[in-house]
């Protein structure tokens, strides 16, 4: 099976989505569809042996739509190419100017003629407002000549959807808008025209090619509004894409060559400077620099690296020079992975989208035949009680304003246009979201669970004490004669030692006759004195210090000068430094935190303490870890696990929201459904706070596009005109209609502007 991102032309509405989707599913070799309009890409996965792309533009052409296929490529100059987002753009914009065009030359006409029309509303309510100074035959001719030109022109795309109704079957937004003004323009264009004929069926003189403009005009400018605010939409996009390097400096044959960043090969050198971007991914072969990487990580501090540490392309080299070899290249950078992870989740859809698109799907074929109905009412039930001339009218009208206010753009804008937007935000902030589900689903939890070693630790050994018991010995002398004799051993909680004799400046000094003793320790010469390090013996009772060391879950090793205890080294993982505060602010929202880790007891509970951690599942093996949170899930609990580890990959995809470290492992990652950049634990709170404000824009953008609909569509068929004489307008209609796609999107944008 075949899966492919297609981007799609000609999409104007919700319900173009459901048009799509329904043509495209019904065809042979395709299992699944997934149409988003705010994207305006499609994920299709198809038999490519029994239909391709071709086929499918065969079968939607015919409705106006195109597939055009972003097959990526490892070869590309940059990754906006392979991604078609800069092409995609420049036709965004293309078509943004037309539509300006035809705005800039329509609003002022709707504009002028709603003032008129408004005019002659209250002239015909208030005594006091002078009728219009114009002879209704010479207004009803102007108007005609400006309705034909709106209409035929600037509405083009609405009577396009009306012909596409009539040839298959399919209505969207344009079709409801085509159908409207069409009646109203065909209706009033045989009164003017044929005035006999208006006479003979006692017609009244009233046209309505002032609600043709006024309605064009402003569903024009709410199109046009509208299209610019998605732009903007899409900006965190840009703004990775704007973060590659262009260029590379190559060293090659002994000289630096500078070559576009698409021609740099895997095993390239490749020379930084300071304040240079590094180009691509690779592995530090020469030198050491301090790398800023908050554009990827959103950690401000810059990271020190040396031969051998990782470098990722896009960020940028601080000072000093080094060499690096590249290792990733094109598609397979850090960045590209980032966009492309970006973009698969502003593509996807929440749980909550659902319903808005079953509504959708339903909606415009429920929006017509409430429009019949309408006027069928007035024509025979108004007819009864207001003449056939006065219903035949408020039909009209009613019919109109029902398929103009129905529209159902901001049902089908609110849910995708606020994930693109928080999706965004998130990766702004060095928080990756895989998908909308995760982002939903983490506003919800209300149990973190949070692995110990990598996680909330620094996962490698310090040395935390050093004590002396023999007051002859000082610290420093301790750590002298330890990190002299384990320098030469290869244990792990030897380099902890080492470093710490080394961050203190201390001189080390010649070790002879060293000798690892295998599960014991190490022992050397040192001048002609006999250096032991090594364990507590099991067969001695342990007492004092180191009892109370180990109460803590520290590993503690004894010195012996000369086969006498000279002092006592202790070394444990430690926290990071921004743990307790991250878990301080998941209490602030209530939720709770547990530890759950494979780590004894002891050691467990000591962190957990620093950390204030609520509870503690210690000494669980990797196989049990998904069961301790399917436990935690069936009492009730809603879990967000995160972790960093080949062991943790079951229990992030059994958790309700998956939470990997972005320093853990590739198996961690792909199994999580968020990455944190830089494994910064402080952003968990930051992402649930964006997954909630993300999650709040929503239900406010359905609210409001359901609320359009609720009170228009009744307000607008005149279902309260019997007892409050109220009916809607069309030309109000349609004002009412633009704004909310408009106000859907606006309320969209204010999740960039806020803070995590």
């Known amino acids: 099976m075949t899966n492919k991102t297609l981007k799609i032309k000609g999409m104007h509405c919700a319900s173009c989505a459901t048009i799509i989707t329904n043509k495209v599913s019904k065809l042979g070799g395709v299992d699944a569809v997934n149409v988003n309009f705010a994207t305006e890409k499609a994920n299709v996965s198809f038999d490519d042996t029994i239909v391709s792309v071709h086929q499918m533009n065969n079968e939607i052409e015919k409705l106006g739509y195109t597939f055009v296929d972003e097959t990526s490529s490892h070869t590309m100059e940059d990754h906006s190419m392979h991604t078609g987002i800069n092409e995609s753009k420049d036709e965004k914009l293309k078509e943004l100017l037309t539509m300006k065009t035809k705005t800039q030359f329509v609003l002022p006409i709707a504009l002028l003629v709603f003032i008129l029309m408004m005019w002659d509303i ?17 207004f009803n001719t102007i108007s005609m000549v400006l309705a034909s030109v709106v209409l035929f022109w600037i509405g083009q795309p609405f009577l396009q959807g009306v012909v596409k109704f009539a040839k298959y079957r399919v209505a969207n937004m344009d079709t409801l808008i085509g159908i409207g003004t069409l009646v109203a323009y065909l209706y009033s264009i045989s009164i003017t025209l044929f005035p006999l004929m208006r006479v003979a069926l006692k017609l009244p003189e009233t046209t309505y090619f002032d609600v043709t403009i006024v309605v064009i005009g402003f569903v024009m400018l709410g199109k046009y509004l509208e299209a610019r605010s998605k732009l903007r939409t899409g900006e965190a996009i840009e703004k990775l894409l704007g973060l590659q390097a262009k260029t590379a400096l190559l060293w090659r044959n002994g000289v630096e060559v500078e070559v576009p960043v698409h021609e740099v090969q895997i095993g390239d050198i490749i020379i930084v400077k ?37 470098v990722v392309g896009a960020t940028i080299n601080k000072q000093g020079n ?11 950078t850090v960045l590209a992975q980032i966009i492309k992870m970006v973009e698969d989740a502003q593509g996807s859809k929440a749980p909550i989208q659902a ?11 429920i929006v017509l035949g409430i429009a019949v109905l309408t006027l069928l009412l007035w024509l025979t039930v108004g007819t009864s009680a207001l003449g056939f001339s006065t219903a035949l009218s408020y039909g009209i009208l009613s019919f109109v304003g029902v398929l103009v206010i129905a529209c159902p753009c901001a049902l ?3 849910t995708p246009t606020a994930i693109i937007v928080g999706v965004g935000k998130g990766a702004e902030h060095g928080i990756l979201i895989r998908n909308a589900e995760a982002l939903e689903k983490l506003s919800h939890v209300d149990t973190v669970v949070l692995d110990k070693t990598g996680t909330i630790t620094k996962g490698k050994p310090e040395v935390t004490d ?45 070790v002879t006759n060293f000798q690892a003793l295998e599960g014991v320790g190490v022992e050397g010469m040192i001048g002609n004195k006999h250096i032991a390090i090594h364990k507590p013996s099991k067969d001695v009772s342990i007492t004092g210090n180191i009892k109370e060391l180990q109460e803590q879950g520290k590993t503690v090793v004894i010195i012996e000068v000369d ?21 301080a602010k998941l209490h602030a929202r209530n939720i709770k935190v547990i530890m759950l880790t494979g780590d004894n007891y002891l050691a467990a509970s000591y962190i957990a303490k620093l950390a204030g951690i609520d509870a503690v599942i210690a000494e669980v093996i990797p196989q049990e870890k998904a069961g301790k949170i399917k436990e935690l899930q069936d009492g009730g609990a809603i879990v967000a696990m995160v972790g960093d580890g080949i062991n943790d990959a079951p229990a992030l995809v059994q958790a309700d929201v998956g939470i990997a470290m972005g320093t853990g492992t590739d198996v961690a990652i792909e199994s999580a459904g968020i990455t944190l950049l830089g494994g910064d634990v402080s952003k968990i709170a930051q992402a649930i706070k964006l997954s909630k404000m993300t999650m709040r824009g929503i239900k406010q953008n359905l609210f409001w596009a359901f609320i359009f609909n609720v009170v228009g569509i009744p307000l607008a068929a005149g279902l309260f005109y019997p007892v409050f004489g109220w009916l809607l307008n069309p030309a109000f209609a349609g004002l009412a209609m633009a704004f909310s796609s408009v106000s859907v999107v606006s309320n969209s944008l204010r999740i960039k502007a806020k803070k995590l």
């Open 322 to 332: 080094f060499k690096f070899k590249a290792t990733k290249i094109g598609s397979d």
């Open 412 to 414: 089908g804008l609110a």
């Open 274 to 310: 300071p304040g240079s971007k590094i180009p691509v991914d690779g592995v530090i072969v020469e030198g050491y620099s301090s790398i800023d990487e908050s554009m990827i990580t959103g950690e401000p501090i810059p990271v020190d690296k040396k031969t051998g540490d990782f």
């Open 122 to 138: 209250g002239a015909k309510l208030f005594t006091s407002i002078p009728n219009l100074p114009l002879p209704m035959s010479i």
């Open 466 to 510: 050093i004590i002396s018991l023999d007051t002859t010995w000082a610290e420093a002398d301790i750590l002298r004669v330890s990190a002299s004799v384990e320098k030469l051993s290869e244990h792990p909680l030897a380099d902890a030692v080492v470093i710490k004799a080394n961050e203190q400046k201390i001189s080390l000094e010649t």
């Open 563 to 583: 086969k006498k205890q000279i002092g006592l080294i202790a070394l444990s993982d430690t926290l990071k430094k921004e743990s307790k505060e991250a878990v």
């Open 355 to 365: 319903m808005a698109d079953k509504i959708s799907s339903v909606f415009v074929p």
